[in-house]
């Protein structure tokens, strides 16, 4: 059984900053890439930026320079500081987690933890 809990939400003024956290488990799993997407309401949900257990990262456009994602590979946990943040940041923010199964290897899909809520308003 994989669980995947994200925390860290809330409501900022615009130019603050918030960090995201996530934590993955799952006694005979191991996590590849971890990534935090997010969804505004009426859109799509959006890649906002990812991170390989090797520690390769790629980011949306749109957040470059602004955010960055980090993990703890101990822990299976990965964070996303958030800095500079704009009201079109606002969305509910979810952390996805690719498992392996450490017996067989085999992948075992992408989890995706509860979403938390970011909101940018003055």
């Known amino acids: 059984q994989v669980q995947v809990v994200e925390s860290g939400g809330g409501l900022v003024q615009p130019g603050g900053s918030l960090r995201l956290s996530c934590a993955a488990s799952?006694?005979?799993?191991?996590?590849?890439?971890m990534a935090w997407y997010r969804q505004a309401p009426g859109k799509q949900r959006e890649l906002v930026a990812a991170?390989?257990?090797?520690?390769?990262?790629n980011y949306a456009g749109s957040v470059k320079g602004r955010f960055t994602i980090s993990r703890d590979n101990a822990k299976n946990t990965v964070f996303l500081q958030m800095n500079s943040l704009k009201p079109e940041d606002t969305a509910v923010y979810y952390c996805?987690?690719?498992?392996?199964?450490?017996?067989?290897?085999?992948?075992?899909?992408?989890?995706w933890g509860q979403g938390t809520q970011v909101t940018v308003s003055s």
């Open positions: 991170i390989t257990i090797g520690g390769s990262t």
């Open positions: 799952g006694s005979i799993f191991s996590f590849d890439r």
């Open positions: 996805g987690a690719d498992a392996i199964s450490i017996i067989t290897g085999a992948r075992q899909g992408t989890y």
